[in-house]
Nanobody
Framework: QVQLVESGGGLVQAGGSLRLSCVAS????????VGWFRQAPGKEREFAAA????????TYVDSVRGRFTISRDNAKNTVYLQMNSLKPEDTAIYSC??????????????????WGQGTQVTVSS
């Protein structure tokens, strides 16, 4: 079992950057695929980015591709989401999720077993 804690959210102006962190407890974090999801006010939670256990594979939703970068440091049990050129429509609660399908890139919420509490990102215009 793994526990996830997100940090790094905050208020930023449009065009700015933030880096989110997702720190996992437990061992063998490299065995877990990790995804970032976001939920904007009044909307359903949506997939943003995902990474395999080794970090060799990544994928993004079209709306963030080219602006966001997901990466991981397994020695630190941490997955990052670097967010550049932020837009007001990126405002949401961002949550990370993990699953033991370490070789997979998972886009579906139902595919993840473990979730963090989330961190708020607010982008002002």
């Amino acid at each position: 079992q793994v526990q996830l804690v997100e940090s790094g959210g905050g208020l930023v102006q449009a065009g700015g950057s933030l880096r989110l962190s997702c720190v996992a407890s437990g061992r063998a974090f490299s065995r877990y695929a990790v995804g970032w999801f976001r939920q904007a006010p009044g909307k359903e939670r949506e997939f943003a980015a995902a990474i395999t256990g080794s970090g060799s594979g990544t994928t993004y939703v079209d709306s963030v591709r080219g602006r966001f970068t997901i990466s991981r440091d397994n020695a630190k049990n941490t997955v990052y989401l670097q967010m550049n050129s932020l837009k007001p429509e990126d405002t949401a609660i961002y949550s990370c999720a993990a699953d033991q399908s370490f070789a997979s890139i998972l886009k579906g919420q139902m595919e993840y077993d473990y979730w963090g509490q989330g961190t708020q990102v607010t982008v002002s215009s």
